[in-house]
C-alpha cells in the first residue's frame, strides 16, 4: 500500500469512527427524548386519576356518616351489628385513609 493509500485509509477510518460516534450520540439523544416523552404521559394519566381521590374520601365519608346512624338505631333497638358490616366498615375506612394520602400528594400533579 503506497502512502496515498495509506493517508486515504486513515482518513475515510477516522471520518467513519467519527460518523459512528455522532450515530450513538444522536441515538442516545432520541433515547432520552423518547424516555421524557413516556414519561411526560404517564404523569399526564395519572394526573388525571388521581383526582379521583375525591370520590374515595365521599364513599368512605357517607358510609361511615350511614353506618353511625346505623349503628345508633341498631343500639336503640338493643340489637346487633352484623360482622359483615363491621368489615365493611373497615374497608370504608381504608378508603377515607387512602384518599386522604392521595389528597396530599395530588398538588404534585
Known amino acids: 500500500m503506497n502512502l496515498r493509500e495509506q493517508i486515504e485509509k486513515e482518513i475515510t477510518d477516522k471520518v467513519m469512527t467519527k460518523l459512528a460516534s455522532e450515530k450513538v450520540e444522536l441515538a442516545l439523544v432520541d433515547d432520552l427524548k423518547e424516555l421524557i416523552k413516556k414519561g411526560l404521559s404517564i404523569e399526564k394519566k395519572i394526573g388525571g386519576q388521581i383526582t379521583s381521590y375525591n370520590g374515595l374520601l365521599r364513599a368512605g365519608g357517607q358510609f361511615k356518616k350511614q353506618y353511625s346512624n346505623l349503628v345508633k338505631q341498631a343500639k336503640d333497638l338493643g340489637v346487633p351489628i352484623p360482622n ?23 398538588n404534585l400533579f
Open 84 to 106: 359483615d358490616l363491621k368489615k365493611l366498615e373497615e374497608i370504608a375506612d381504608g378508603f377515607v385513609k387512602k384518599g386522604e394520602a392521595l389528597k396530599k400528594v395530588s
